[in-house]
């Protein structure tokens, strides 16, 4: 499993991309995966991302990108 908190969190994405894990749990957001240099995520490997409705600082974009 990985795990990671706002800047954290693209950490937590970089290594289930990277590296076998059970799952990834993403705090505060996510990262387009274009952003770590990767083109699709791992089949198979689930993921929850918690972020806040209304947060200034964080970007939908990325998170909508990261769920497609």
């Not at 908190?5 to 590296?19: H, K, L, P, Q």
């Not at 059970?22 to 689930?46: E, Q, R, T, Y």
Request: a neutral charge; charged letters at 20%.
């Amino acid at each position: 499993m990985a795990a990671g908190f706002s800047n954290g969190e693209g950490m937590a994405e970089s290594v289930a991309t990277r590296r076998p894990v059970a799952g990834v749990l993403m705090l505060s957001g996510a990262l387009n995966l274009a952003m770590i240099g990767v083109d699709a995520w791992p089949a198979g490997v689930p993921a929850k991302i918690h972020h806040t409705e209304g947060d200034p600082n964080r970007n939908k974009q990325w998170i909508d990108a990261a769920v497609r």
